[in-house]
């Protein structure tokens, strides 16, 4: 099962963006109960757990990205959210999203943050 990541950019130190992920047909039957997360992968680096949410939409992040990022889910659109804030060029990477424990990774979005 792959999840498919879309609204990455260029964006300046400081800025906002908001990244999105679609759930594909196979599991929105069990979109719901599912716990998501958005992950990323700076260059370099390892891939990395940026944020969680679980069915009951209990939130948890990084400690790098506390106060700035936000993770949200629409169960009935069957999507996952990453509203960023403030951002830093050190959030720099491709960002995926992916069940908690991760399956199949999907295609990723790129963020690029200038300074």
């Known amino acids: 099962v792959q999840l498919q990541a879309s609204g990455g950019g260029l964006v300046q130190a400081g800025g906002s963006l908001r990244l999105s992920c679609a759930a594909p047909r196979s599991i929105t039957s069990v979109f719901s109960p599912l716990t998501l997360g958005w992950y990323r992968q700076a260059p370099g680096k390892q891939r990395e757990l940026v944020a969680t949410?679980?069915?009951?939409?209990?939130?948890d992040y990084a400690d790098s990205v506390k106060g700035r990022f936000t993770i949200s889910r629409d169960n009935s659109q069957k999507k996952v959210f990453l509203q960023m804030k403030s951002l830093e060029p050190e959030d720099t990477a491709v960002y995926y999203c992916?069940?908690?424990?991760?399956?199949?990774w999907g295609q990723g979005t790129l963020v690029t943050v200038s300074s």
């Open positions: 992916n069940m908690n424990p991760p399956g199949q």
């Open positions: 949410i679980t069915s009951a939409r209990t939130t």
